[in-house]
T-cell receptor, first 110, second 114 residues
Framework: NAGVTQTPKFRVLKTGQSMTLLCAQD?????MYWYRQDPGMGLRLIHY???????AKGEVPDGYNVSRLKKQNFLLGLESAAPSQTSVYFC?????????FGSGTQLSVL | AQSVTQPDIHITVSEGASLELRCNYS??????LFWYVQSPGQGLQLLLK??????LVQGIKGFEAEFKRSQSSFNLRKPSVHWSDAAEYFC????????????FGAGTILRVKS
C-alpha cells in the first residue's frame, strides 16, 4: 500500500516553461488536494477535488490548472511557470477528516 | 471563512521541559481541528484531531491538545519534550461542508536544546 505518491520529487524550470505534477493515491479516496508550502506561510490550498471529474479552486489558484480524470489521480499543471511559483507542492487525499499527504515536490522556477 | 493563527514562529525549549504551542482559529460553527508535524524534507504527519466530545484530545508521541470554544483556541501540549520532537508544527481547521479542505496556520518551528 503506497498511500499518496507524488512525481517528480524535484524539478527545475525556466520562466515560461510548462509542466505537470502527478499525484496518485491507492486508497480509493474521493477527496484530493494540492497545497503549496512557502516559508512562514504554512500550506495554502491551490485546487481540490471532491470526486472524479470535479475540481474547485482553493486559496491560491492563479497560474495553476488541475484535472481529475481518474479517481486515483490528481494532476496539477503550470502552463507558464513564474519565479513566484517556486515552492514545495504537496498532494493530499482523504475520505473523511484525516488527510494523507505525499512526500512533496520541490519546484524551482528560474 | 476559516482562518488559523499560530502566533509563535519559533519556540525553543530545553529537553525535558514542557511545551505549549498556541493556535487560534476563526470559524462560524464548531470546526474540525488538527495538529500536524513536519520533519525537515518530509510530508505532514497527523498528531491529533478534534471533532466533538471531550475537549482534551490525546495524540501520538505523547502530545495532547485542548479545545477551548470560548477562546477559539486549540493549543498543543507535551509535558516533557524530547530532542526528536524538533520539527515544524501546523495547526489546521477544516469542515465537511467546505469539501473537507483544511486551512493551515503558518506553522511554529520547535527547537529543542540539550
Amino acid at each position: 500500500n503506497a498511500g499518496v505518491t507524488q512525481t517528480p520529487k524535484f524539478r527545475v524550470l525556466k520562466t515560461g516553461q510548462s509542466m505537470t505534477l502527478l499525484c496518485a493515491q491507492d486508497m480509493n479516496h474521493e477527496y484530493m488536494y494540492w497545497y503549496r508550502q512557502d516559508p512562514g506561510m504554512g500550506l495554502r490550498l491551490i485546487h481540490y477535488s471532491v470526486g472524479e471529474g470535479t475540481t474547485a479552486k482553493g486559496e491560491v489558484p492563479d497560474g495553476y490548472n488541475v484535472s481529475r480524470l481518474k479517481k486515483q489521480n490528481f494532476l496539477l499543471g503550470l502552463e507558464s511557470a513564474a519565479p513566484s511559483q517556486t515552492s514545495v507542492y504537496f498532494c493530499a487525499s482523504t475520505d473523511d477528516e484525516k488527510l494523507f499527504f505525499g512526500s512533496g515536490t520541490q519546484l524551482s522556477v528560474l | 471563512a476559516q482562518s488559523v493563527t499560530q502566533p509563535d514562529i519559533h519556540i525553543t525549549v530545553s529537553e525535558g521541559a514542557s511545551l505549549e504551542l498556541r493556535c487560534n482559529y476563526s470559524y462560524g460553527a464548531t470546526p474540525y481541528l488538527f495538529w500536524y508535524v513536519q520533519s525537515p524534507g518530509q510530508g505532514l504527519q497527523l498528531l491529533l484531531k478534534y471533532f466533538s466530545g471531550d475537549t482534551l484530545v490525546q495524540g501520538i508521541k505523547g502530545f495532547e491538545a485542548e479545545f477551548k470554544r470560548s477562546q477559539s483556541s486549540f493549543n498543543l501540549r507535551k509535558p516533557s519534550v524530547h530532542w526528536s520532537d524538533a520539527a515544524e508544527y501546523f495547526c489546521a481547521v477544516g469542515a465537511l461542508e467546505y469539501g473537507n479542505k483544511l486551512v493551515f496556520g503558518a506553522g511554529t518551528i520547535l527547537r529543542v536544546k540539550s
